[in-house]
């Protein structure tokens, strides 16, 4: 049975939050972050001395006429920020487990959603093995977002996906313009790591967003068991076998899932990029209110 996150209460709870940045920001005029740079809006932020070439039109006269001196009236300047969201469409992200990839969604949605009520663009790319695909275009507006979501409720989660080289591959990455999320669970042989550095590499913003299900986190696997690979077409791959659950294999599941996910969080700190892990059984809101809050990437 398909599972959807996305209807209208899901997103009228998210109006009130609004996506952050901690860089300075070049992208184009008109949207509501503010830089550190002075722009053209109304918000008066400081004053500078006259210097040749400098627009007239902004000088103070005011202040000209108690100092004998000319100064020009600085603003604030604001940006629309471009929002990507890279989407892992592997099968382990939901292909065996359809409240996985409606969470998944989900959490793309919500920030695409976050990025066109606060005037910025967005784009969805969806990796599939070593590309992007990226069939909306950038979105700008609310009603060509809501336009979209059918579409993205509607993704078929299947095969294997190299992160990196999907992500290098992308066209229009854009250069420091924005905040770049990778939304994936991240149980892949390839070398993901490259992505991140790419990223920033191209002055973005990175946001890592780990979707693991209570299962994931803390199987209740026990006796014999076939484990079958999710990404795995043939029944007979190394990676599928049979054993016995015992306690102290469930022991060293744990210690082995903390040190993936420790192991995720210090990279990612190490290049100053944005790093949560969130759980299905977590309402979506929560992780927004809270976890988001925690990197600095919600306001």
Known sequence: ???????????????????????????????????????????????????????????????????????????????????????????????????????????????????????DKVSFKLMKEDRCEDPFGVIVGKNTFFKTMRTLEALEFDDDVNISKAVQNCPNAGSNDGLSVIISDFFTEYDWKKAIDYLTYKKRQVLLIQVLTPDEVDPAYDGRVNLIDAESADLMDARNMKMRITRSMRLAYDEAMKDFIEDISSFCASRDAGFITVRTDNPIEKMLFSELLKVGVMA
């Open 1 to 119: 049975m398909k599972v959807s996150y996305l209807n209208d209460g899901f997103f009228s709870r998210l109006e009130t939050l609004a996506l952050n940045l901690r860089a300075n920001l070049a992208g184009f005029f008109g949207g509501k972050h503010l830089v550190r740079t002075y722009g053209q809006t109304v918000e008066f932020a400081d004053y500078r001395e006259y210097m040749l070439g400098d627009d007239i039109r902004r000088i103070d006269w005011n202040l000209y006429s108690r100092f004998e001196k000319y100064f020009l009236k600085l603003f604030t300047d604001e940006r629309q920020m471009h929002t990507q969201i890279f989407l892992d469409c592997s099968a382990s992200m939901g292909r065996e487990d359809p409240n996985k990839a409606a969470y998944a969604v989900g959490v793309a949605a919500a920030l695409g959603f976050l990025s066109v009520h606060n005037m």
